[in-house]
């Protein structure tokens, strides 16, 4: 087996280690205990493949990573992960290789160096280290473990009385609440984000002057304004400034989005042969409807990602997106991070992870405005993926992934309807309008662009990729799963292995659910898990009212929500058995079904208006002659007690004369049956009287 950095195995007496890094040249591995306190040690690749097929270690699923949305952090706990974020670069960035940090000749001057520059302990900062490497090397290893604790974080229950230091001036220093943060903000939007430049003393007197002042009237002056006699002070609005401000937003409104671009974005690089590229290109094809052929919805947008070493076709993503839209991105990416078999299935197609692998990557390289975006930036910085991006008008600094669209297009263009030709040039009087051609749906040219991916990562001949001497000597072929096999197992190789819980829960798209008693509603879908069921969440809800859920999910197929746990981890919930009619279909593919569903029904509901129209005018009809006839025939000598009188008498002959009608008797029997019905109606009268 290939062993891959950040792999768990676990010994038969319990204890865990993790794979921290891999020496292809000497087949050594460096290991992790992740109960103990000890340094990483050495260990032969060959050893620990033994101890693995002998069952002595077993790989086993990595649950200790914590997956945690940006927006769940508080202030502190993004201050101390970003502090010791910098003292592990700080670290590493003395080492001239990452294995170095491994072997503790090397690593103690380092740590010495880090220790003084930033004075904290050695105790603290090993514990520091190896909770970076016992997290798996991302960001989030760093946070502090306040969800273990009570109500840590929160804000405080604030009253009349001022928390915090005494103010030496009476009128300077109050509780800053929300009311005062927003004002705050307000302030800051008006009067410090702009070209003017403002200083922050200009920007909090005048937040001073539009919310803490009084109209007053002077008699040499005239109407004047006097401050408040509680205002907050410059300390306070300096460190609320400092927790609310968003640097990137200060730079791009006070100096411009050009000079954030040029002198301040930290990750801009060139093209090179390792980590991914990545980019979308609307498709030369158009597509119809998946509930209407006969609508045509235009071209679509194809997300694609690529591995720049091996050409190989990593994932994608094909919907109605922009070009740079987030969900598009995301599950683009999210695609080619996990593993494909599922995916594949939907569409008919079998296959192993072996005919598509999967990863994550250190690096990415994609175009100006492509993965740009605050949320996007995070989702990548978290999973531990630097970005590059090429200069405007540079497509041949990408050119493997351009070329990876332009073989998709010479193998699906020939057998497709509806495919573009001569770009926007104006069409020839006589030519047909390729429009109309269309007739392939978005499943349809899903399926097609899988069958041909597959194609090219497993018998796609790269004849002009040159071979280095190692691999012409090793025999490798020029087929891109050929050469993914020689990446992954050569020093090359910097392919890592997340949990995919951490992938969705940074890539896919979040969003609010409700549970109720019905089950967990997100967009008119209804979903349920077993662990809620036995937990009596829909039994509380059904009591005290539906609450609010954080969930996650793939646009793409809604056939099952995510939903956040309070220990950090995800929750799958199902669709409810009785709406599997929507199972496997994309968000925007459900919201045509459901709009074409209303669309019949108000047609369904004008035709029964009609026909209920209709309905009443006929029972008024008969209920008007009915009312006609009893009054023609009614006996005025029967009083009201009379007639009300024996009825369940008279409801007992009036059966049994309808059943004889049912019977259909002949007009003799009929004519003894009325008369039996006459002689019994007499004696009922006489009893009565």
């Known amino acids: 087996m ?134 798996g090397g991302t960001k989030n290893s760093l946070l502090p473990n306040y969800y273990k604790c009570g109500s840590s974080g929160e804000s405080r229950n604030l009253s009349n009385r001022k928390v915090g230091r005494p103010c030496k001036n009476g009128r300077y220093g109050i509780n800053i609440d929300d009311k005062v943060k927003r004002q705050f903000r307000a302030g800051l939007n008006k009067y410090y984000y702009n070209e003017r430049n403002n200083s922050l003393k200009f920007t909090y007197e005048m937040i001073l002057k539009d919310y803490y002042t009084v109209d007053c009237t002077d008699d040499k002056a005239g109407a004047i304004l006097i401050l408040a006699k509680a205002v907050p002070s410059y300390n306070q609005f300096l460190y609320w400034f400092k927790k609310i401000n968003d640097t990137k937003k200060e730079i791009i409104q006070r100096q411009g989005l050009r000079n954030y671009q040029q002198n301040y974005r930290t990750i801009i690089g060139a093209s090179t042969s390792e980590g991914w590229q990545f980019d979308s290109t609307q498709f030369d094809i158009y597509l119809v409807s998946s509930t209407n052929r006969n609508v045509i919805v235009g071209r679509p947008i194809l997300h694609l990602a690529v591995c720049a070493f091996t050409r190989m076709i990593m994932g994608f993503c094909i919907s109605f997106e922009s070009l740079n839209g987030y969900g598009g991105e995301m599950l683009a990416l999210y695609n080619a991070m996990t593993s494909k078999k599922q995916f594949c299935k939907k569409y008919g197609i079998d296959i192993e992870d072996t005919e598509w692998p999967y990863g994550v990557p250190s690096k990415i390289l994609t175009d100006q405005g492509a993965l740009e975006g605050k949320r996007i930036e995070h989702a990548i910085e978290q999973l531990g993926i630097a970005i590059q991006q090429t200069p405007p008008y540079h ?57 041909t991916v597959l194609f090219h990562n497993n018998h796609h001949v790269l004849k002009d990729y040159v071979l280095t001497e190692e691999m012409i000597e090793l025999g490798v072929e020029k087929i891109p799963i050929k050469l993914w096999n020689y990446y992954v197992s050569s020093y090359k190789g910097s392919v890592r292995m997340l949990p995919e819980e951490l992938i969705r829960i940074n890539l896919l798209p979040i969003d609010t659910a409700t549970l109720t008693a019905r089950g967990v509603s997100f967009r008119k879908m209804l979903y349920a898990s077993p662990e809620l069921l036995a937990a009596g969440d829909f039994v509380e809800a059904r009591v005290n009212g539906s609450r609010k ?73 008969i209920v008007e002659n009915a009312r006609e006839e009893s009054v023609a025939e009614r006996d005025p000598n029967l009083s009201k007690a009379q007639r009300i ?10 059966r049994m004369l309808q059943r004889e009608i049912l019977r259909e008797p002949v007009p003799e029997a009929s004519m003894e049956l009325e008369e039996e019905f006459d002689e019994f109606a007499m004696f009922r009268g006489g009893r009565d009287e």
């Open 395 to 451: 497509a041949d600094y990408k050119g493997i992934i351009e070329q990876a669209f332009e073989q998709l297009n010479v193998k699906i263009k020939p057998f497709a309807d509806g495919v573009v030709v001569k770009g926007n040039q104006a069409k020839e009087r006589g030519q047909k309008d390729y429009r109309l051609q269309a007739t392939m749906t978005i499943d349809e040219f899903t399926k097609v662009v899988i069958k």
């Open 549 to 621: 859920l954080k969930i996650c999910y793939n646009p793409l197929d809604i056939s099952e929500i995510y939903m956040y746990r309070d220990d950090g981890h995800l929750q799958k919930l199902a669709l409810l058995e009785h709406l599997l009619t929507y199972a496997g279909k994309g968000q925007d593919e459900v919201a045509a079904l459901k709009e074409y569903e209303q669309d019949k029904d108000r047609k369904n509901q004008e035709q029964e208006l009609q026909a209920k129209i209709q309905l009443y005018e006929e029972l008024e009809v």
């Open 645 to 654: 009188r024996g009825i369940k008498d008279n409801q007992q002959a009036e």
């Open 2 to 135: 290939n062993f891959i950095v950040n792999q768990l195995f676990r010994h038969s007496n319990g204890n865990v280690i993790r794979l921290l890094h891999i020496n292809r040249f000497t087949d050594v591995l460096y290991v992790l205990n992740m109960e103990g306190n000890r340094w990483p040690y050495p260990m032969q690749s060959k050893d620990l493949l033994e101890a693995v097929q002998s069952n002595m270690w077993m790989e086993v699923p990595d649950t200790y990573i914590r997956a945690v949305p940006e927006e769940n952090l508080n202030m502190k706990e993004r201050e101390k992960r970003d502090k010791a974020w910098k003292m592990i670069m700080a670290f590493l960035g003395e080492l001239e290789s990452e294995e170095l940090a491994f072997i503790g000749s090397y690593r103690k001057p380092a740590i010495d160096t880090v220790l003084r520059k930033y004075q904290m302990s050695y105790n603290g900062f090993k514990a520091l280290l190896l909770k970076y490497w016992k997290g």
